[in-house]
């Protein structure tokens, strides 16, 4: 892999990696762990009635009628966590791995987030068991800032969640989409000090990038590592699903008369 692109072949990956391919003309990037076979495992939103499908998330109606593996898109009822085939997760998209124990200058220097971390990977066999567990036990609702494709990946990774559920998650995505506008923020205000656009640029990037860096997970203080059989019951996913039944139940009873 080069210094600013993650792109590799498919014969480069193995087992236990943590892909990824852009969606949208690189407006983001869907992320998943390859599993071996020519599988992929990756989270994605709960898809009913009343959600809204983006057009890019082409792999949803493309593994409905794969024609190379009659299991390409399975995953429990109520679960975004899916397995598909390599061609299906990509759709027309290229493929990349995302980086791990990167160097904080690598890090710094691939600008955008999403493509690596500081934090190391655990072994392929860990990685794979966490993978193929949750596919059985589903992620917890996806959440687009907190808990989304990427955190799933880094979880599986490295077996490491944040303690505090208040704020963005892992994924360095998130990161990315509040540390932009907070950049912009804290530096607006050089622009009365500075006369150059050239310092205020290198300013904001500055900013933008001690941001990302700050939200790593392999930087940051508020991780824990997490069994992936303990995690139902770390995040509380249990009770939640427990008053959402609650909830429910009394739509679901006959009234009689």
């Known amino acids: ?19 990824y391919t852009y969606r949208a003309v690189f407006t983001y990037s869907h992320h998943g762990i390859y599993v071996g076979g020519s599988k992929v495992v990756h989270f994605t939103p709960e898809r009913n009635a009343d959600s809204i499908v983006e057009e890019s998330d082409s792999y949803e109606s493309m593994s409905s009628s794969c024609p190379t ?7 429990l009822p109520n679960s975004g966590v ?13 493929l990349y791995c995302f980086e791990y124990g990167v160097a904080p200058s690598v890090f710094l220097v691939k600008v955008r987030g999403g493509t690596c971390t500081t934090a190391h990977s655990d072994p392929p066999e860990s990685v794979i068991h966490r993978a193929m567990y949750l596919l059985q036990n589903g992620f917890g609702n996806y959440d687009v800032f907190q808990n989304n494709c990427e955190d799933f990946a880094l979880y599986c990774k490295t077996g490491l969640l944040i303690m505090d559920k208040l704020g963005v998650g892992r994924s360095g995505q998130a990161s990315s989409a509040v540390g932009a506008p907070l950049a912009a923020i804290l530096s607006s205000p050089l622009k009365l000090l500075m ?21 790593d997970i392999g930087v940051r203080s508020d991780v824990i590592k997490v069994a992936v059989e303990d995690l139902d019951a770390s995040l509380g996913w249990a009770e939640e699903h ?6 429910r139940a009394p739509s679901d009873r006959l009234i009689t008369g």
């Open 1 to 19: 892999m080069g210094l600013l692109s993650n792109r590799v072949d498919r014969s480069e990956i193995q087992p236990g990696d943590h892909i």
């Open 69 to 75: 593996f009659p299991d390409c898109g399975f995953k």
């Open 82 to 94: 899916t397995l598909t085939c390599l061609d299906c997760f990509l759709g027309k998209g290229s």
């Open 195 to 215: 006369p150059s656009p050239v310092g205020v640029a290198t300013v904001t990037a500055g900013v933008y990038c001690m941001s990302r860096y700050a939200t």
């Open 242 to 247: 427990h008053e959402e039944a609650v909830e």
